[in-house]
């Protein structure tokens, strides 16, 4: 595992690679956000703005697991999965490499989406009994986890892994969210702690913004991949003042759990949406930027 504690990031321009012929160029991946719980993709402007103006052409996915009630109470992560892979068939199509960017609850549905459909993996893969191998090209590049209870190991579900890593910790969003009748409903009050410490202006809109009921089911369904299996480069932002889902001390121990593939950047003073934070959000830009670049 490798640990930064940088404060002092330098934005980067992203390069085209040539690879083989001077006329042929590799595109620059594409980025797939995928929001946390209750958060739609409007909440992610701030952040997929400055990575399009690098030249990358970015997506925020729009989950299926939060919204109306009755609408929601039957989806798991699973769903937002099959969402997600919408959003990925075409650059794999095409060849392109892409980066995942799961925020949160939006971790989970990244490791699920990512195994099977890594660069590593589709580099070359057996084209019938005669043993040849095709190279497919493109795939998942890296996967990047900001604050996120994404759960390490394979078939378990994403409270279960927050429970195994929490070590008796009580959960750090008690009180703050209500479940009741298979949906997770936030508090009128949890914007303080879901965006705390960014601008209250801020906090208060997207706190607005944003759907207050989601899908326990979606907590509670089996993982398909664990993170550490993963075969891709893996990055965790640690965000040390994280008021809501889970402690900083928990975020720590999954990073960790997530084996060498994987770089932990901490983020002194980050709240749970870092990216709401402009002192905090060229780091956060070039966590992203740096797995795509390298």
């Given at each position: 595992?490798v640990?930064?504690?940088?404060t002092?990031h330098?934005e980067r321009q992203?390069?085209v690679i040539?690879?083989?012929a001077?006329?042929?160029r ?7 956000i ?5 958060h739609q993709?409007v909440?992610?402007t ?5 990575l ?11 989950l299926s697991?939060m ?7 039957a989806k798991?992560?699973h769903d937002?999965v099959?969402?997600?892979r919408a959003?990925l068939?075409?650059?794999l199509a095409?060849?392109?490499?892409v980066?995942?960017v799961?925020h949160s609850?939006g971790g989970?549905v990244?490791t699920?989406?990512?195994?099977g459909f ?5 580099g070359?893969?057996p084209?019938?009994p005669?043993?040849?191998?095709q190279?497919q090209?493109?795939?998942?590049r890296?996967v990047?986890?900001?604050a ?5 190991e ?8 927050m429970e ?5 910790d009580?959960p750090a969003?008690e009180g703050?969210?209500?479940l009741?009748d ?10 303080k702690?879901?965006y705390s410490?960014?601008d209250?202006k801020v ?8 759907r ?7 907590f509670?369904?089996a ?6 299996d993963?075969r ?13 889902t889970?402690?900083p001390a928990?975020?720590h121990r999954?990073a960790d759990?997530m084996?060498?593939r994987?770089t932990?950047?901490?983020f002194?003073g980050a ?8 002192e905090l ?7 992203i930027?740096?797995v795509?670049?390298?």
């Amino acid at each position: 595992m490798v640990q930064h504690h940088d404060t002092n990031h330098q934005e980067r321009q992203p390069p085209v690679i040539a690879s083989g012929a001077a006329n042929h160029r590799k595109p620059r991946p594409a980025i797939i956000i995928i929001p946390g719980a209750w958060h739609q993709p409007v909440h992610y402007t701030a952040l997929a703005e400055p990575l399009r103006q690098q030249g990358y052409k970015v997506e925020v996915a729009a989950l299926s697991t939060m919204g109306d009630p009755d609408a929601i109470r039957a989806k798991t992560h699973h769903d937002d999965v099959e969402i997600v892979r919408a959003l990925l068939e075409p650059h794999l199509a095409a060849g392109r490499e892409v980066v995942l960017v799961g925020h949160s609850y939006g971790g989970l549905v990244a490791t699920d989406t990512a195994a099977g459909f890594t660069v590593e993996e589709r580099g070359a893969v057996p084209t019938g009994p005669d043993g040849g191998l095709q190279v497919q090209g493109g795939g998942v590049r890296a996967v990047v986890y900001i604050a996120s209870p994404a759960v390490v190991e394979k078939g378990i579900s994403l409270t279960s892994g927050m429970e195994k890593m929490s070590m008796g910790d009580p959960p750090a969003n008690e009180g703050k969210v209500t479940l009741e009748d298979g949906v997770a409903k936030t508090s009128d009050e949890c914007w303080k702690h879901l965006y705390s410490p960014a601008d209250e202006k801020v906090s208060r809109a997207a706190f607005a913004a944003s759907r207050r009921h989601h899908s326990v089911a979606s907590f509670l369904s089996a993982s398909t991949a664990g993170a550490r299996d993963l075969r891709a480069r893996l990055a965790y932002v640690v965000a040390a003042a994280d008021e809501f889902t889970l402690s900083p001390a928990v975020q720590h121990r999954i990073a960790d759990g997530m084996g060498p593939r994987c770089t932990k950047h901490v983020f002194e003073g980050a709240g749970h949406a870092p990216w709401l934070q402009p002192e905090l959000l060229p780091r956060l830009v070039g966590v992203i930027t740096g797995v795509a670049e390298d």
